[in-house]
């Protein structure tokens, strides 16, 4: 199946730990994002690569890194984990940056940071 | 800055009935205007999309949105709303100048049966 795949799908773990979140995409598409779903439901872009390049930073602790080894893959690495990280952590695609394109959604990482 | 408002919580509406979900924006620029729904515990899924042309906008299971520059508005609509319609939707925008697609805080539409 074409689509937007995440692993894991959920992560329990407790504070302080570092874990790391993976995302793959089979679509094709050159553009890769980040978004984070707080528990009530608000969704923020936290990054996004365009062929492997950063283009899209928001304010968000530096303990957060992403990581793009090719234009079908973008991992998202957090250190030193807080309450505050328990969220959905959402990857998406597009087939390029522009303000055009639709992006299509992985399934999500619900992430419990205990 | 870009910024999108969904002004209901939640949408009540029984079964055949036409809903609306409202959404409103603001950019700089030519605006880019999505629709997306969320079903429990999964990921966003695109209904629709108004980047230029035609005001009425048709995407998937039967939902339209209507494009009013004048009010700012993206408004979802349906005619005749199914149970199986229930979920979370969110509205988004995207300006000219921007790389970010900027979400709504979301609807969530309860039609009964």
């Known amino acids: 199946d074409t689509a937007v795949s995440q692993t894991p799908k959920y992560l329990v773990t407790q504070m302080g730990n570092d874990k790391s979140i993976k995302c793959e995409q089979n679509?094709?598409?050159?553009?890769m994002y980040w978004y984070k779903q707080d528990s009530k439901k608000f969704l923020k872009i936290m990054f996004s690569?365009?062929?492997?390049?950063?283009?899209i930073n928001e304010t968000v602790p530096n303990r957060f890194s992403p990581k793009s080894p090719d234009k079908a893959h973008l991992n998202l690495h957090i250190n030193s984990l807080e309450l505050g990280d328990s969220a959905v952590y959402f990857c998406?695609?597009?087939?390029?940056?522009?303000?055009?394109?639709?992006?299509?959604f992985g399934p999500g990482t619900r992430l419990t940071v205990l | 800055a870009q910024s999108v408002a969904q002004p209901e919580d939640q949408v009540n509406v029984a079964e055949g009935n036409p809903l609306t979900v409202k959404c409103t924006y603001s950019?700089?620029?030519?605006?880019?205007l999505f629709w997306y729904v969320q079903y429990p515990n999964r990921g966003l899924q695109f209904l629709l999309k108004?980047?230029?042309?035609?005001?009425l906008v048709k995407g998937s299971y039967g939902f339209e949105a209507e494009f009013n520059k004048s009010q700012t508005s993206f408004h979802l609509k349906k005619p005749s709303a199914l149970v199986s319609d229930s979920a979370l939707y969110f509205c988004?925008?995207?300006?000219?100048?921007?790389?970010?697609?900027?979400f709504g805080s979301g609807t969530r539409l309860l039609v009964r049966p």
């Open positions: 108004y980047i230029t042309g035609d005001n």
């Open positions: 988004a925008v995207r300006a000219d100048s921007s790389y970010k697609l900027i």
């Open positions: 679509l094709g598409h050159d553009t």
């Open positions: 950019v700089s620029g030519n605006p880019y």
């Open positions: 690569y365009n062929n492997k390049e950063l283009i």
């Open positions: 998406a695609s597009s087939q390029a940056p522009l303000n055009t394109d639709t992006q299509y």
